[in-house]
């Protein structure tokens, strides 16, 4: 099957492109390698086609999305603290980016787009763990960025018919993700800092947790998402289903390593206290990742 991953070139795009590949699926990307890095793609760069260009132009998406029947859309502005300096940068790609893959699988004829929506959708509303029924409320631009594009995928299915779905991603972690970047997610950062004998900086106490999930079960998800009939328009968790804290983190990561560590604390605000969610959408939909899933072991 013929399919686009935007953002292919990314950490978790990478890792789907890879899978797909591995699958026998003739797959083209769409990246303009802002975040994303060629070298995540040396594994399959000969079995894929590279179409270098801006989410923000509908010439260039309308030329990736061009034959394809699925489309993966992973391509963002994916950091909350960028998105707070610069929030019309993270609109324009986020939401206008997003738009532009809608409007131009329309055009093209692409029957599903399956979206990488995230957790952060639910901000400071009430309710936990994480259902897809519970209100949203974003306490970030790039969480109504999220937001917004997933209202778009739903009126798209509504008003155009495409089928789409979001994936609400919770923390994602694994393989190729960057450690370096001054955005870069808590488990790469914790590690490459005490790799380098250094304390970690935990924002608050400590106690926040977070459902930490494993890019091989992001990917699965995916591929799940792409194989379902009958969901177009639905939004799902993706998540492990279990809440583990900053501070239980920095002890695993201590005793894996064998080398003392004692996090220094700092504030910082607003941060989301805590994220899980038990998927009971997917699972009810007999998505259940094989038992034990790749968070769970990881
Ligand atoms: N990593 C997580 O924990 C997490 C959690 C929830 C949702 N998500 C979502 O998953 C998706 C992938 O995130 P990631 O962690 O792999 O980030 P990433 O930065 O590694 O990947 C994003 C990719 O999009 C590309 N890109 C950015 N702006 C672009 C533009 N204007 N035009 C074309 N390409 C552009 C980048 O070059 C990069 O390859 C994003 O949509 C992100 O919001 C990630």
Redesign the pocket.
């Known amino acids: 099957m013929k399919i686009l991953v ?10 789907l492109v890879e899978r797909l590949v591995h699958e026998g699926h003739d797959v083209r990307i ?8 060629r070298r ?1 793609l040396r594994l399959v760069a000969a079995h894929v086609e590279l179409v270098e ?5 509908y010439e ?1 998406v309308a030329r990736a999305v061009r034959d394809c029947e699925i489309v993966f ?7 909350v603290p960028r998105s707070v300096q610069d929030p019309l940068t993270s609109s ?3 939401i206008g ?1 997003t738009l532009n893959v809608l409007l131009a699988a329309r055009d093209g004829g692409t029957r599903r787009i399956i ?6 959708v639910y901000g400071d509303a009430p309710g936990f763990p994480r259902l897809e029924t519970q209100a949203t409320s974003p306490v970030a631009p ?1 969480a109504v960025s ?1 937001l917004a594009a997933e209202q778009y995928c739903r009126v798209a299915h509504l008003v155009y018919g495409l089928e789409t779905v979001c994936l ?6 694994g393989r ?3 450690p370096f ?1 001054q955005y870069s ?1 808590v488990i790469p950062t914790f590690i490459v800092t005490m790799r380098h004998g250094l304390s970690p900086t935990i924002y608050g106490d400590g106690t926040q947790s977070r459902d930490f ?1 494993h ?1 091989d079960d ?1 990917v699965t998800a995916n591929l799940l998402a792409m194989a379902a009939p009958g969901i177009g328009g639905a939004i799902f968790n993706i998540a492990c289903g279990r809440q583990v804290s900053l501070n239980e983190l920095v002890a695993e990561l201590t005793r894996c390593s064998a080398r003392a560590s004692t996090p220094t604390t700092s504030i910082r605000g607003p941060e989301t206290s805590s994220t899980r969610s038990p998927m009971y959408r997917a699972r009810r939909a007999s998505w259940a990742f094989a038992q034990p899933s790749a968070s769970a072991r990881a």
């Open positions: 935007t953002g292919g070139a990314g950490f978790i795009g990478s890792n769409l990246d303009n390698f802002s975040t994303g890095d995540n260009g801006d989410l923000r132009s260039r859309h992973q391509g963002a502005m994916p950091s324009e790609i986020d980016g979206f990488a929506s995230s957790s952060s790039y999220k609400r991603y919770f923390n994602v972690f190729r993700q960057d970047s997610a999930t890019v992001i």
